[in-house]
């Protein structure tokens, strides 16, 4: 009996469809779950009749696949993974191959690799992106660990990922231990500040605007036919056409507004945290989950705090373009940011990433899939060591068609009293970037006054570190100097 290519563990929806995706691709895939009779629902089920080996335990998997044997775990991150890593090694001969295509964090995933090549096992953290439907047509696939594995799984990864226009595959290696899982969580920040952005565009149009859901269906649909062309921009389009079928009232006006998040944005913020990189747009769209799960707390405090009326007595048609120039003005600052920080984990963690080529994984199959992925990827092309994509001439140049109207939009928001963190925070981000002289100085100073951490002088060179006595009494004893 033909051994198979691939093993995959876990028969959620990911690990399903990418069985099929495989099967369909011309490899034998020998499946296993815990839960041994999802095995048998689906071998009677999608499975039948198709090239899938199913497995009753840990042990039958191992004993079908060829060498060098290919495991690929689909389950939950953290201790189910470790969990199965314990399971399967005594199983696994040296040089075999462990891929955990899960939302694995990162760190984890480093100490996976080094753990399992100490063991000789090689190791695989992989980001999939593209949910349920890219798992089986063609997702976008991130992956990283350790490279002695990459030839091995490489025929599988590339056969079953999206394909660009010229049938180049959005699957190339990323780097060792967490790169390709660091790399899918950045994916996943930014998708993030996609949607948050999303959301707030259909907000004013909604509550400033007061456009029906129908009316915005066409909006969104024009949107998409242009440089705002993405897969969430056409998915948005999909549901604001959507009806409840109990109610006949449009889906999103039955949809309670809390919004739910499995932490990979979070992941991302924090990361921007301890990489000291700017990345505000996509913790404010993890902030704005947090709040938008305080429901009642939001329902009690909208009955006694005041605000503006959200009232507009301008040109619809002309503020409806002024907020799709907002929307892409704000996605380009969201990925300059998103690639910084790739940029900042690249310097600290020894990582050659490819930024152009991350931009090509990311234009097809991913759920960040978007049309302008083709600009960051031609700007990255052009100049492979440029600092911010916003200083790559047809983002400039966007930015600069753009930005009056993402002014006004912003304005108008906070002047009609709504909400809109990620278009607020991504221009922010943008006038600070391009600040040559920012207020730091004033905080710098309150930091050596009550804290002796010292300044730099514009008059001297950088890492000439000063302490001035503010008061007279506090002596000439500094602390450490500061971390810019």
């Known amino acids: 009996m033909k051994k198979a290519d691939i093993g995959i563990v876990g028969l959620a929806v990911m690990g399903e469809n990418l069985i099929l995706n495989m099967e369909e691709k011309g490899f034998t895939v020998a499946c296993y779950n815990r839960t041994v009779s999802k095995v048998d629902r689906f071998l009677a089920g999608r499975a039948k009749g198709k090239n899938i080996i199913g497995c009753r335990s840990v042990e039958e998997l191992c ?26 090694h005594p199983h696994l001969d040296e040089g075999d191959i462990i891929i955990d295509g899960g939302n694995s964090f990162f760190g984890d995933t480093i100490r996976r690799t080094h753990h399992l090549a100490e063991k000789g096992i090689n190791y695989i953290g992989t980001g999939v992106s593209g949910g349920e439907e890219g798992a089986l047509r063609g997702p976008s696939i991130m992956p990283g660990g350790n490279p002695a594995a990459w030839p091995h799984v490489k025929p599988i990864f590339q056969a079953i990922a999206a394909k660009v226009a010229d049938g180049t595959p959005c699957c190339d290696w990323i780097g060792p231990d967490g790169a390709g899982h660091y790399v899918k969580m950045v994916h996943n920040g930014i998708e993030y500040g996609d949607m948050q952005m999303i959301s707030e565009a259909y907000f004013l149009m909604k509550h400033l605007l007061g456009m029906a859901p129908s009316e915005m269906h066409q909006v969104f649909g024009e949107w998409n036919e242009g440089e705002l062309n993405s897969y969430l921009v056409e998915i ?23 919004a739910g998040q499995k932490g990979t944005g979070k992941w991302t913020s924090q990361s921007a945290l301890d990489l000291g990189a700017p990345a505000p747009t996509v913790a404010e769209a993890v902030f704005a989950r947090f709040l938008s799960a305080i429901k009642e707390e939001r329902v009690a405090a909208s009955s006694v705090l005041g605000g503006p009326p959200a009232e507009f007595d301008g040109a619809r048609e002309g503020f409806i373009e002024q907020i799709r120039q907002a929307l892409y003005a704000s996605k380009i600052c969201s990925y300059a940011q998103g690639f910084q920080l790739m940029k900042a984990a690249a310097a600290e963690f020894d990582w050659d990433l490819n930024f152009g080529q991350i931009a090509l994984m990311w234009r097809e199959g991913c759920i960040i899939r978007a049309q302008f992925l083709e600009r960051i990827k031609d700007a990255f092309d052009q100049s492979p060591d440029l600092a911010n994509l916003l200083l790559a001439p047809y983002f400039r140049d966007a930015i600069e068609r753009s930005q009056a109207s993402w002014r006004d939009v912003v304005a108008t928001a906070v002047a009609s009293g709504i909400p809109v963190p990620a278009f607020g925070s991504a221009l922010a981000y943008y006038d600070g970037y391009r600040c040559a002289r920012l207020p730091a100085n004033i905080l710098q100073a309150q930091r050596d006054y009550f804290g002796a951490h010292t300044y730099e002088r514009v008059d001297r060179p950088r890492g000439e570190f000063f302490h001035t006595n503010w008061t007279g009494r506090g002596g000439d004893t500094a602390s450490t100097t500061y971390t810019a």
């Open 63 to 88: 004993e079908q696949l060829a060498s060098p044997r290919k495991v690929m775990l689909m389950v939950k991150a953290g201790k189910p993974v470790d969990d199965f890593i314990e399971l399967l």
């Open 236 to 258: 948005t389009r999909d549901i604001l056409a959507a009806v409840d079928d109990e109610t006949g009232e449009p889906m999103v006006d039955v949809i309670l507004d809390t």
